[in-house]
């Protein structure tokens, strides 16, 4: 099993920025991919970032938001600047791990852009 831990969420204004992090811990062997989703209320989740030996955005946070992981501490982050409420919603960490390949998810952390 793995563990994902995440944090880093909360309020903020618009305009304002948030760093998410997100600690894988467990029975890691091979993470192939890193990263995060979001889930507005009332609609799907959906593909914010991830990370491989390259990064994917959705368009909808291109240049504003920046992935990043750190191997060495099975951490993956998402630097989100110039938020804005869209950006509302509950984040969650992914991670793709193993032989056959299986996905975890981590519990949600809740980001809310208002003013």
């Known amino acids: 099993q793995v563990q994902l831990v995440e944090s880093g969420g909360g309020l903020v204004q618009p305009g304002g920025s948030l760093r998410l992090s997100c600690a894988a811990s467990g029975s890691i062997f091979s993470i192939i991919v890193m990263g995060w989703y979001r889930q507005a209320p009332g609609k799907q989740r959906e593909l914010v970032a991830t990370i491989t030996s390259s990064t994917n955005y959705a368009d909808s946070v291109k240049g504003r938001f920046t992935i990043s992981r750190d191997n060495a501490k099975n951490t993956v982050y998402l630097q989100m600047n110039s938020l804005k409420p869209d950006d509302t919603a509950v984040y969650y960490c992914?991670?793709?791990?193993?032989?056959?390949?299986?996905?975890?998810w981590g519990q949600g952390t809740q980001v809310t852009v208002s003013s």
């Open positions: 992914y991670v793709l791990s193993g032989d056959p390949p299986h996905p975890y």
